[in-house]
């Protein structure tokens, strides 16, 4: 088995909620500080109990300096893993109630601290703005209008979470439709919960860029070869998959098989609070555990950057340094990319 450094294999980070990849050491002092339990984020064993316990995380974080502290460390964490482009998944409105101005205020203070964090740690950062799929479709058309108000200022891209049982995409179109309408990529999440015909929704109405997990499109094949063939990203969570039981097994998982079939694919960590796999250690079981070869895993690590919203810069000088990688395995940590350059895409 090869022993090139996966850390110093330049990577985008795709699929990670904000709220759910705070440092377990964060959450625990934040909630002795705040005098409230600390939810128990390592029994995770359903989507339902999942969807509970996030909420009450959210509830730790209730200042600016909340906030500016998770963004900050969830961007160091990005670097730690080589990460050289993070498009962190962010909802204002969880938050919003807590500050007088609201869910802007929110995105303001996490686009601050996205840009200073990432000058400090040297990877680029952009915002993907989620609406919640089971939330009245009002609420989705404020959100669509607040990340297309900040295209271009740091939001980068919209997506829709939660359950997709029995919340199809349908009634977004709209939403979405606004967001591609100001530049931002579109990237739902499906066929997670729900099968292959959520993909083809998310296809065929969202006019999606990138697909949030997308894993069970294994189970049609006229639907692989459309991603195939117009190279439409599924940001795969290995770990998450496995432990909410969207797949049996790692062994199991369907990510060889994607790749095989010409698919492109992200590697993510989705929500490492909860599931304790980070995006470093999503690449080193990806090779330790799939099996997968140092030119398949360059292959994940190349479609994260060019399915990504970083500059044209950044993506050409991260290929670059994944050509190096491939070839002596030797590229030093440092990265290609600096700064928050999102706007050359």
């Known amino acids: 088995m090869s022993k090139r450094d996966l850390r110093s294999l330049p990577k985008a980070h795709l699929h990670l909620h904000l709220e759910g990849a705070m440092r377990q050491s964060t959450l625990i002092e934040r909630a002795a500080y705040y005098g409230v339990p600390c939810p128990p984020v390592d029994v995770i064993s359903s989507f339902t109990e999942f969807s509970q316990i996030y909420n009450v995380v959210c509830a730790v974080l209730r200042t600016d300096e909340d906030l500016r502290r998770l963004v900050r460390e969830v961007v160091e964490?990005?670097?730690?893993?080589?990460?050289?482009?993070?498009?962190?998944?962010?909802?204002?409105?969880?938050?919003?109630?807590?500050?007088?101005?609201?869910?802007?205020?929110?995105?303001?203070?996490?686009?601050?601290?996205?840009?200073?964090?990432?000058?400090?740690?040297?990877?680029?950062?952009?915002?993907?703005?989620?609406?919640?799929?089971?939330?009245?479709?009002?609420?989705?058309?404020?959100?669509?209008?607040?990340?297309?108000?900040?295209?271009?200022?740091?939001?980068?891209?919209?997506?829709?979470?939660?359950?997709?049982?029995?919340?199809?995409?349908?009634?977004?179109?709209?939403p979405f439709d606004m967001a591609r309408g100001a530049g931002l990529l579109s990237c739902p999440h499906a066929g997670e919960l729900d099968g292959p015909r959520s993909v083809w929704s998310a296809l065929d109405l969202l006019g999606a860029d990138r697909i949030q997990h997308g894993i069970r499109a294994i189970e049609d094949p006229l639907l692989v070869n459309r991603l195939a063939s117009e190279s439409i990203c599924l940001d795969v969570c290995p770990t998450s998959n496995v432990l909410l039981k969207v797949v049996s097994s790692m062994a199991e998982h369907p990510l060889p098989f994607l790749l095989d079939a010409g698919v492109p694919c992200s590697l993510n960590a989705d929500d490492p609070?909860?599931?304790?796999?980070?995006?470093?250690?999503?690449?080193?079981?990806?090779?330790?555990?799939?099996?997968?070869?140092?030119?398949?895993?360059?292959?994940?690590?190349?479609?994260?950057?060019?399915?990504?919203?970083?500059?044209?810069?950044?993506k050409a000088a991260a290929c670059e340094g994944i050509t190096a990688w491939l070839s002596d395995g030797s590229l030093k940590q440092g990265g290609p990319a600096r700064g928050n350059d999102h706007t050359d895409r």
């Open 77 to 174: 964490d990005a670097a730690i893993a080589g990460a050289i482009w993070l498009e962190a998944a962010v909802r204002p409105r969880l938050h919003g109630a807590k500050f007088g101005g609201g869910d802007r205020e929110v995105l303001e203070i996490l686009l601050d601290e996205a840009r200073s964090a990432g000058e400090e740690f040297g990877v680029g950062v952009g915002l993907l703005m989620t609406v919640d799929r089971t939330q009245p479709l009002e609420v989705a058309w404020d959100e669509a209008a607040l990340a297309a108000a900040y295209s271009g200022k740091g939001v980068v891209s919209f997506g829709l979470a939660n359950d997709e049982e029995g919340h199809p995409p349908d009634p977004f179109i709209g």
């Open 273 to 314: 609070l909860f599931f304790g796999a980070t995006l470093l250690d999503e690449y080193e079981i990806s090779r330790e555990v799939l099996g997968l070869s140092d030119e398949q895993v360059a292959r994940i690590a190349k479609a994260s950057i060019e399915s990504s919203a970083a500059s044209k810069y950044t």
